[in-house]
């Protein structure tokens, strides 16, 4: 499967974005999907995840509260919606899809999207 990740940009401290995942080339209800997070000068880390179905939803403790994740199969499209946002959420975003159930390690993934960027300004 293959995955593009998009909806990043510039936004204030407290604002709101909305990140999307296409997916195409596969069956996207078999996948778990996985958001991560890169910023400058640091690891990949795990934002989010969402089970096969949508039912199971995951979040890292540092967005828990202010970040949700959703998915729509009939669309094959992964949202995660982030409010209140800080400057500490600055990085790149990717979403990744694995066959297995959601997983916070990075290499569970299989499919990963090119990454949207997304700054917040304090």
């Known amino acids: 499967v293959q995955l593009q990740a998009s909806g990043g940009g510039l936004v204030q401290a407290g604002g709101s974005l909305r990140l999307s995942c296409a997916a195409s080339?596969?069956?996207?209800?078999?996948?778990?999907i996985g958001w991560f997070r890169q910023a400058p000068g640091k690891d990949r880390e795990f934002v989010s995840a969402?089970?096969?179905?949508?039912?199971?939803?995951y979040y890292a403790e540092s967005v828990k509260g202010r970040f949700a994740i959703s998915r729509d199969n009939t669309k094959n499209t992964t949202y995660l919606t982030m409010n209140t946002l800080k400057p500490e959420d600055t990085a790149v975003y990717y979403c990744a899809a694995s066959r297995s159930p959601p997983a916070m390690i990075l290499d569970s993934y299989e499919s990963w999207g090119q990454g949207t960027l997304v700054t917040v300004s304090s």
């Open positions: 080339g596969g069956t996207f209800s078999i996948y778990s």
């Open positions: 969402i089970s096969r179905g949508g039912d199971s939803q």
